[in-house]
């Protein structure tokens, strides 16, 4: 493989992430399950999600509850080609987030975690998340909204 086409690939998944968390913050998650492999894990601080149903399942929980805020910023994101169709984005995940509605009072973030990706490009041509990681480090404030029961 070239360097050229070791950056595109490391780019495209890199993208693909960015994309994934804007969806979730700016579009409340509407698209979340194209994100995701038919066989996709998703563990979020240690929440077992299997397959886009099950992430479906928590984003239409989180949208019942009512209106939330929440900032998904990423940052020092790494990005290692696996094979041709395959590549692990890591990057470290600061969640800032609160129940209702814009403007709301500035506080510290309630999560700061590791974000574990592995992106696989499908026969459409889509890169999706196979397994998604967040591993939390640090925890405070407004508790981080997990899968509901049976997801």
């Known amino acids: 493989m070239t360097a050229d086409e070791d950056f595109r690939l490391r780019h495209a998944a890199q993208e693909r992430l960015i994309d994934y968390w ?3 913050d700016a579009n409340d ?11 996709c894990v998703y563990d979020m601080c240690g929440h077992r999600m299997e397959g886009p149903a099950a992430v ?4 239409g929980y989180r949208a019942s509850r009512g209106e939330r805020l929440v ?3 990423l940052t020092n994101l790494r990005a290692k080609v696996q094979a ?3 590549v692990a984005v890591q990057g470290v995940l600061t969640v800032y987030a609160a129940d209702g509605a814009p403007v709301l009072p ?19 041509g889509a890169w999706r998340m196979r397994r ?20």
């Open 84 to 86: 041709p169709g395959q």
């Open 106 to 124: 500035s506080a510290p973030p309630i999560l700061v975690a590791d974000n574990h990706a592995t992106f696989v490009r499908e026969a459409d």
């Open 71 to 73: 900032r998904h910023v």
């Open 132 to 151: 998604h990681d967040i591993v939390a480090l640090f925890r405070g404030g407004v508790a981080v909204l997990v899968p509901p029961p049976n997801a």
């Open 56 to 59: 479906g399942h928590y984003y």
């Open 22 to 24: 804007w969806d979730v």
């Open 29 to 39: 998650a509407r698209e979340a399950t194209d994100f995701y492999t038919a066989d």
